[in-house]
């Protein structure tokens, strides 16, 4: 699947991105690409930016609420205008046991979105349509994004710089 490459130059942009996103997903702009039940895949460095891309996501679903990583539990849910964000961190969690699948799975559904950071500890349990996404460590405020390709590139490339909201 083709990657489309974004850079990243300070954490707003990384926000505005994610809000773009979510924005779309709740729109079901993309239709089979977006919709509710999506999975987001988040990877990559330490620092990389998956948390503050789900800020952006948040934002872009209507909810307002400050977004912390789900260090010490399985997954935060959040209520938004329409579809509700379900956020997992599994950083801690390296061998995935069977609640913490059960719990992921019985998540997706239309009214959720689903994020996951340190996706690739649940990589074999990720629905089919996945939208994956990789954070780069570049340099101090710079990150490189990497999106798989789902026919997402002609809105997202719209997003930066231009899009300030
Ligand atoms: N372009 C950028 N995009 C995102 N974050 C940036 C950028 N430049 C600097 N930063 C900073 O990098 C940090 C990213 O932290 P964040 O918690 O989002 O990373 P993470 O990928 O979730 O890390 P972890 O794997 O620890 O969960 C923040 O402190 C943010 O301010
Ligand atoms: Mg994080």
């Given at each position: 699947?083709?990657?489309?490459?974004?850079?990243?130059?300070?954490?707003?942009?990384?926000i505005r991105l994610g809000k773009?996103?979510?924005?779309?997903?709740?729109?079901?702009?993309?239709?089979?690409?977006?919709?509710?039940?999506?999975?987001?895949?988040?990877?990559?460095?330490?620092?990389?930016g998956k948390t503050q891309f789900?800020?952006?996501?948040?934002?872009?679903?209507?909810?307002?609420?400050?977004?912390?990583?789900?260090?010490?539990?399985?997954?935060?849910?959040?209520?938004?205008?329409?579809?509700?964000?379900?956020?997992?961190?599994?950083?801690?969690?390296?061998?995935?046991?069977?609640?913490?699948?059960?719990?992921?799975?019985?998540?997706?559904?239309?009214?959720?979105?689903?994020?996951?950071?340190?996706?690739?500890?649940?990589?074999?349990?990720?629905?089919?349509?996945?939208?994956?996404i990789n954070f780069k460590y570049?340099?101090?405020?710079?990150?490189?994004?990497?999106?798989?390709?789902?026919?997402?590139?002609?809105?997202?490339?719209?997003?930066?710089?231009?899009?300030?909201?």
């Open positions: 699947m083709p990657i489309m490459k974004i850079l990243s130059k300070n954490p707003e942009e990384t773009k996103l979510g924005k779309m997903i709740v729109a079901g702009a993309m239709h089979q690409t977006v919709h509710g039940g999506q999975v987001l895949a988040l990877y990559g460095d330490l620092g990389g789900t800020k952006g996501i948040a934002l872009g679903l209507g909810i307002s609420d400050n977004i912390v990583s789900p260090t010490f539990t399985i997954r935060r849910e959040y209520s938004g205008k329409k579809l509700n964000l379900l956020h997992y961190d599994f950083y801690r969690f390296e061998k995935p046991d069977q609640e913490l699948v059960e719990n992921l799975d019985e998540g997706i559904s239309p009214e959720n979105v689903t994020v996951i950071e340190w996706a690739e500890r649940v990589e074999k349990y990720l629905p089919k349509d996945t939208i994956k570049i340099s101090e405020g710079v990150r490189e994004i990497e999106i798989e390709d789902n026919n997402l590139e002609a809105i997202l490339s719209a997003v930066i710089p231009t899009d300030y909201t």
